[in-house]
């Protein structure tokens, strides 16, 4: 259990108003702020923030809470859950003492830092390096703008055999959790082992939580070669629990009460970008 001195502290810290603005456009009205209510649609506001009270209110809908009933609300976790969530975002310690049971806590935030690494990495190159050019104009010419290529951090993987291990090594991430993120593969020629995506566009797939949790690359050029590759099951890694691109649609599944399966990222994209958002893949 955690402990109620601990739940206090998170929530003290906890900016009500900024965690709501991650998904709520908010207007200052009075003491408190107004916006459209994310539980259900609507036109006009009915959202009601008092960051005084600690508390919101939807007067359409009747939804209402403090910052940790949002976090349960919109990320689709427990309470205990929302604690860690909002721990973590403004860097407050749970001591050992009052974590939550979990024997491979540190090896799966091991493995999620390597992953938010490469996500960093790739969406570097694919805004900044010459060799990413035909990245760039392959999902231009699909039809992405560039701020929506940002929003959704699509990367791309330098053709360099080990260029996201070395960087990564730099930046002081073992080889050890690269290998447990599925981001470097054993050389069977006795080399040194080498990054598992090599010269393709790279689609980061993010979890509810909003980590990234793996990687799908597509290839560039008529290399004789999987157009597609993904990443393997990891810790954090569930090929059969996974959906491409829940993150973002999550909330708009709740407000529509539907969900839309199509094939692969590129339809995502493509849809989200159009303003259908309830889709994953």
Same mark, same amino acid.
């Given at each position: 259990?955690?402990?109620?001195?601990?739940?206090?502290?998170?929530?003290?810290?906890?900016? =009500?108003? %900024? #965690?709501?603005?991650?998904?709520?456009?908010?207007?200052?009205?009075?003491n408190g702020f107004t916006g459209l209510c994310p539980?259900?649609?609507?036109?006009?506001?009915?959202?009601? #923030?008092?960051?005084?009270?600690?508390?919101?209110?939807?007067?359409?809908?009747?939804?209402?809470?403090? #910052?940790?009933?949002?976090?349960?609300?919109?990320?689709?976790?427990?309470?205990?859950?929302?604690?860690?969530?909002?721990?973590?975002?403004?860097?407050?310690?749970?001591?050992?003492?009052?974590?939550?049971?979990?024997?491979?806590?540190?090896?799966?935030?091991?493995?999620?830092?390597?992953?938010?690494?490469?996500?960093?990495?790739?969406?570097?190159?694919?805004?900044?390096?010459?060799?990413?050019?035909?990245?760039?104009?392959?999902?231009?010419?699909?039809?992405?703008?560039?701020?929506?290529?940002?929003?959704?951090?699509?990367?791309?993987?330098? %053709?360099?055999?080990?260029?996201?291990?070395?960087?990564?090594?730099?930046?002081?991430?073992?080889?050890?959790?690269?290998?447990?993120?599925?981001?470097?593969?054993?050389?069977?020629?006795?080399?040194?082992?080498?990054?598992?995506?090599?010269?393709?566009?790279?689609?980061? #797939?993010?979890?509810?939580?909003?980590?990234?949790i793996a990687f799908g690359g597509r290839l560039m050029?008529?290399?004789?070669?999987?157009?597609?590759?993904?990443?393997?099951?990891?810790?954090?890694?569930?090929?059969?629990?996974? =959906?491409?691109?829940?993150?973002?649609?999550?909330?708009?599944?709740?407000?529509?009460?539907?969900?839309?399966?199509?094939?692969?990222?590129?339809?995502?994209?493509?849809?989200?970008?159009?303003?259908?958002?309830?889709?994953?893949?």
């Amino acid at each position: 259990m955690i402990t109620d001195e601990i739940k206090e502290e998170v929530k003290l810290a906890a900016d =009500l108003v %900024e #965690v709501i603005s991650d998904r709520v456009k908010l207007k200052r009205s009075g003491n408190g702020f107004t916006g459209l209510c994310p539980f259900h649609n609507e036109k006009s506001p009915s959202f009601h #923030v008092s960051p005084h009270l600690g508390i919101y209110k939807c007067f359409g809908c009747g939804r209402a809470g403090d #910052v940790y009933s949002f976090v349960m609300e919109q990320e689709g976790v427990d309470f205990l859950e929302a604690v860690r969530l909002l721990a973590n975002r403004y860097n407050i310690i749970i001591p050992e003492g009052n974590a939550i049971d979990d024997p491979n806590r540190h090896e799966r935030e091991g493995v999620f830092h390597a992953l938010k690494f490469a996500t960093a990495f790739f969406h570097q190159h694919l805004r900044e390096s010459d060799e990413a050019k035909e990245a760039r104009a392959y999902l231009i010419k699909r039809g992405l703008k560039r701020e929506f290529i940002k929003d959704y951090l699509l990367g791309y993987s330098p %053709e360099s055999w080990r260029g996201l291990a070395d960087a990564a090594k730099s930046a002081g991430i073992s080889d050890e959790y690269l290998f447990k993120a599925g981001l470097l593969k054993e050389s069977d020629t006795g080399r040194d082992p080498y990054d598992t995506f090599r010269n393709r566009v790279m689609f980061p #797939v993010i979890n509810t939580m909003g980590r990234v949790i793996a990687f799908g690359g597509r290839l560039m050029g008529d290399v004789k070669a999987a157009k597609y590759i993904n990443s393997p099951q990891t810790l954090v890694y569930n090929k059969s629990e996974a =959906l491409y691109g829940i993150n973002i649609a999550k909330n708009e599944i709740r407000k529509q009460e539907e969900a839309i399966m199509v094939e692969g990222y590129m339809d995502v994209l493509q849809l989200h970008q159009a303003g259908i958002k309830n889709v994953v893949s």
